[in-house]
DNA sequence: TTGTATGCGTTATCAT
DNA sequence: ATGATAACGCATACAA
């Protein structure tokens, strides 16, 4: 009957309940119409099987109800929550979400913007880590983990008060000599704040520490810890009896790596991740670890994007953490 | 200086390319102009920042190059793999991706139903639960594991064989006595699918085994394996020597239940799971199991939506697992 | 309170 | 090859 398949648009439903086109709009944006019309166009709506197209609504209203959420992926736990949280706020308020995982790739990251752009989406969330980044002003755009600039919200977890609250832990629980470790891009600041934090801790707390930094970026992977955990960990020696890792992957990795060298987790050495990944999901890693709150990133970041009364947005938002203890730490 | 916002249209740029607006146009979709006229046009969208709007195109076009994927979570390693994979399945064909998380709530499955709907999407890829789920005839959809009727395409691993070959790599790997575990939902076929086959390989080589399943809709948890595995296995006793669990994380559970009471994995009893979660992510959790094909599947399911010159759609496609070892077997 | 007409931004059909 | 115009489906301002 209609130009292609059998879709019933709002002026079929208007003929079907006899009445205007007007009325029927009317009756779906909940204004107010006579009792009886009202009766007649829901009957007709539900006879023909009518759904609003909200491209045309899209195009009217220069509202899309549509969020695109750019993200590296959904399979690592952090961001595989991440986008489970994003969705369940957006989904509250009646905003669809537009996924665009971009695998760290720089010019997919770019490419997502774009069609985000021609797609008029109401706002944009992104975690992305091309420096380069061109974000256009006209839309709005909250960025998580990774300050853009001083007009774009950052929402992040206090990465800095994280790596203090370890370097406190690990003080209560009586190290003496910690050692902090992480890998990952040199691009990647907030990660940075978590070593400053935990400088900072340390220094507080006059405790001994050593950095072990490698750079992705320089090409450097995971298994090159290895010939340093070597060289200062073994049957009856432990250079450090505290280790505070960048991420709970990280956290897993090295214990395995330790108890592979004859090291005893948490007897000699205490290990303390950072993320939360244990609670990810299903699986239990019960890795000592600071919880980032991805609940509350999700639910800022939406609340930040779709506020529009706002004269002045908060350039950076740092949301608190918390320690959760494991199995990698001996009870305090 | 246009209705809201400064977010150029076709028509501005028409306007500062002074040609008309079928030009531009046809500029935008590859079709002959003058050399002259093209450049003249691309000047102008640069210098605008011009961007189509995917809404108008939508509407004209009725074609939104657009999916909605309705998912439980993105959280459990296997959705959030399967998620990603998705995502670059379509947007290598240049579609873009809606992302509705259920967590498995009938209602919300429904009502995403009618948000794509209503969204005019392309088409929808389900993985759903709720066994009245209504799905629109004017509309492409392809499930995932859940066969839905015979006109719509079903795309899931070969579980059969996947429970088979666990019962065949058991049998070679010595065990006699073996086991099979499972908790989930009633109306989940699939994984009856992976005892049936299970049972199958057990007859087919002659073994004992016996099987376990409780079912969450009965208010069971998986707390409730604990009595079980007590009466069966303790220091010095095993009643089995193979465990094929539903999944790979009630495998992780069953080795670590097993752990505690004294019995040695792989030594005493061998465990294979079910997913392939070990490979998900970035973690490595070392347990045998039967691979999914995610990726496959992802790749199957976009494939079966978008062909639009199939007169029949194959109604339910298995696709191959495999099985990989890991430290919950001995080596064969 | 209900109906009518116009425009949203794009594409496709038609003249030119 | 290029330009003008109608139509996509809906919402709204305005007329009845």
Redesign the pocket.
Known sequence: M???KN????????IEA?????????V??G????????KKVNDAIKKLD????????G????RTYTVAVILPNTIHPFFGRLANCLNVSLMQRHYRMLLCCTDQNYQLEQEYMDMAL?N?VDGIIGLTYNPDLIISDDIPYVTIDRPLGAHIPCVASDNFAGGQLAAEKLHELGCKKLLFMRIGSDLNNEPNKRRAGFENGCIAHGLDYEMKILSDTAGESIDDFIPYLEKHFGKDKADFDGIFCVNDLLACIVVEQLKKLGVKVPEDVQVIGFDGTRNFGYLDYTCSTIVQPVEDIAEMCVELLLQTNMSMKPPLVCLPVKYEEGDTTRPL
């Open positions: 209609n130009k292609r879709v019933a648009r709002m002026k079929d439903v208007a006899g009445v205007s086109l007007g009325t029927v709009s009317k779906i944006n204004k107010p119409v006579g009792e009886e019309y009202e009518y759904h609003v197209n909200s491209y045309a609504q195009l009217k209203a220069s021609q008029k």
